[in-house]
């Protein structure tokens, strides 16, 4: 099987303490992997489940145990057909439900099928409503013997405490840019029968992506740099007050709530580094928040941040994304100096 710690380095440290514990027979029954969206947390935990089901794994000369990719429970993982593996993640609502919870804790203490134990993974644990939370401590405060539970938690998005004090927390950090680059590159000329983006596309579609190389290759393939370019202009057109804040909240309503609050969260976050002395992530927008840094005070970037937590909680009740996307542009216009009247 494909060496994870080859194809995204950046995975190498969270990937060798499994292997570390797993070879010596130490494995937690419970993993918290936290990231960045786009950094690779989904392929780290495949991985994972991977090793952990390997009826023989191998082991390299560095002595490091490896999934062989051959047996049974090997083939019937990567046909991502194998019974004793169960992924949950939000469906229809932005959070995970405690029926899907119920149905993990009735997973986890049901025997094996063909495995020597079960795998769970739970992508986007910080999407745990407190019901489906509270319900998931229970599993945790009484461990099953054959059963690992893989916990995937975005940067910056909570995790009940509680929860997080039962597992063992890891982390994976943001790829170079170099490392970010020759990744996407390589995917995108894995592609066959699509138009391949351009270098320049791909450039543009990491730095959007903050080097998240997974996120990167999404936005690559997709609509989202076009339509930031759309929003982004309304954004400077609203600032200089040349269009109404309902035209350009459409253009961020075309983002979508999650690729919206991404959006402003970053410009928050560049403002507060530019506050700090700092550089912008996005250069693009580096000259607008430039000047932005230089006639309020920091603190006035953190409200934005908050501003941007307070719609993320809202989309939970299916909050409308364009009057979301209205308020926190009328807090962003409010940053701008009062014009003189002329006497």
Not at 49 to 56: M, N, P
Request: with cysteine; hydrophobic share 45%.
């Amino acid at each position: 099987m494909t060496d994870i710690a080859l194809e995204m380095p950046w995975l190498q440290n969270a990937w060798q303490v499994v292997q570390k514990r797993f070879d010596e027979g130490r494995l937690p029954h419970a993993l918290l992997l936290t990231g960045e969206c786009g950094v690779g947390k989904r392929a780290w935990a495949d991985a994972v489940a991977g090793l952990l089901l390997c009826a023989s794994p191998g082991s390299r000369n560095t002595g490091e145990p490896f999934a062989c990719g051959q047996c049974r429970q090997c083939q019937l993982y990567a046909a991502s057909s194998h019974p004793d593996v169960r992924v949950y993640s939000p469906e229809k609502s932005r959070m995970i439900k405690i029926d899907q919870i119920r149905s993990l804790s009735a997973f986890a203490v049901s025997s094996p099928q063909v495995a020597a134990r079960k795998i769970a993974i739970i992508d986007r644990a910080d999407q745990l409503n407190i019901n489906s939370a509270n319900a998931l401590l229970k599993t945790l405060e009484e461990p099953v013997s054959d059963f690992v539970l893989l916990l995937l938690q975005e940067s910056g998005r909570p995790v009940l405490p509680t929860i997080r004090s039962r597992c063992q927390a890891l982390s994976i950090p943001v790829p170079s840019a170099d490392q970010a680059g020759q990744w996407l590159a390589s995917k995108v000329a894995e592609l066959e029968g699509e138009k391949q983006p351009s270098a320049e596309l791909m450039a543009k579609s990491l730095m959007l992506a903050g080097n998240a190389p997974r996120l990167a290759l999404e936005y690559a393939m997709g609509e989202f740099p076009a339509l930031r370019d759309e929003a982004f202009e309304k954004f400077r057109q609203f600032m200089k007050g040349q269009v109404a804040v309902a035209e350009a909240a459409k253009a961020f309503k075309a983002l979508g709530l999650e690729d919206m609050l991404w959006l402003f969260e970053g410009w928050a976050a560049d403002l507060a580094r530019l506050c700090a002395g700092g550089q912008a992530n996005d250069p693009e927008a580096a000259e607008m928040l430039g000047f932005l840094a230089g006639v309020n005070p920091a603190w006035r970037a953190h409200e934005l941040l908050e501003g941007v937590r307070e719609a993320r909680a809202a989309g939970v009740y299916n909050a409308n994304p364009e009057l979301e996307a209205s308020r926190l542009l009328i807090a962003w216009r409010e940053l701008m100096p009062t014009k003189r009247h002329a006497s």
